[in-house]
């Protein structure tokens, strides 16, 4: 069982989770949907614990070490400012490459340089409710096991696909090659793209490139995309958030793909 300094640690430093694989996630609704094989340990305090006495149960008979806490010790650890009572320390989950392009004509998403754990943590959310097949995101991108992430995702974190791509560069020059392998297009989301969104056909294998919350897409991205795509904007509104955009995007993939299937 980690110490309270240690779990600390997890909830502010990317780094003190990426050298030990894992993170603090807190709250009942994650607490349920974390699968109970990746739990390292549970703190809780004495009143959640009363509450929810057959998820604590569950967790002990699965041999996961559940050490109770004041209240006062939760919030010490807690990275909210009106802990739930419960804080569970969460081995990372990691997936391959593979698993998201064996999918047949799979939907994916590549993002590159967003800073917004919060942005992140709904694309995830967003991209199991579209049904997309996996994400890609280099390595300057947010920790998606970033607290803020991790509640944005509402327990997607656990059951979305998403791989570490490397830098911009690798994303170019080792992912691009894979996806036009299995016959992937990829579209890259920007202001000035070449047509509206709502004009291309995603129906078929596909992968949407979405920038930096300020910046866009490098052009590096830029150029190695097979096509350019904008969203087609009214107003004096210059851009839209990119978990937006994205999810916009994301959408539409989804109801080209059912009104094919019906």
């Known amino acids: 069982m980690l110490s309270f300094k240690e779990v600390r640690e997890l909830q502010k430093s990317r780094r003190a989770r990426t050298e030990r694989g894992l993170f603090a996630a807190e709250g009942l609704r994650i607490f349920r949907e974390v699968p109970l094989s990746q739990i390292e340990g549970i703190f809780a305090t004495d009143a959640f614990c009363a509450e929810h006495p057959d998820l604590i149960g569950q967790a002990e008979r699965a041999g996961t070490a559940v050490e109770r806490v004041s209240a006062q010790r939760m919030e010490s650890i807690s990275d909210t400012k009106t802990p739930q009572g419960v804080l569970a320390v969460i081995r990372k989950t990691e997936w391959s490459a593979e698993t998201i392009l064996k999918a047949d004509a799979p939907l994916i998403l590549v993002l590159e340089n967003l800073q917004d754990p919060g942005n992140l943590g709904t694309i995830l959310r ?66 000035d793209g070449e047509t509206t969104f709502w004009e291309e056909n995603f129906t078929g294998g596909c992968a949407f490139f979405i920038g930096n919350e300020g910046n866009g897409l490098s052009e590096r991205l830029l150029r190695a995309a097979d096509r350019t795509v904008r969203i087609p904007m009214r107003g004096a509104i210059e851009s839209l958030n990119a978990a937006t955009a994205a999810g916009l995007l994301m959408y539409e993939a989804a109801r080209q793909r059912a009104a094919e299937n019906v």
């Open 126 to 191: 967003t991209a199991e409710a579209a049904g997309v097949n996996g994400i890609f995101v280099t390595d300057d991108t947010a920790d998606r096991y970033n607290p803020k992430t991790v509640r944005g995702t509402m327990g997607s974190l656990f059951r979305m696909p998403c791989v570490d791509a490397g830098d911009t560069e690798a994303v170019a020059e080792e992912l691009l090659p894979k996806l036009r392998e299995r016959g992937i297009v990829t579209c890259a989301a920007c202001m």
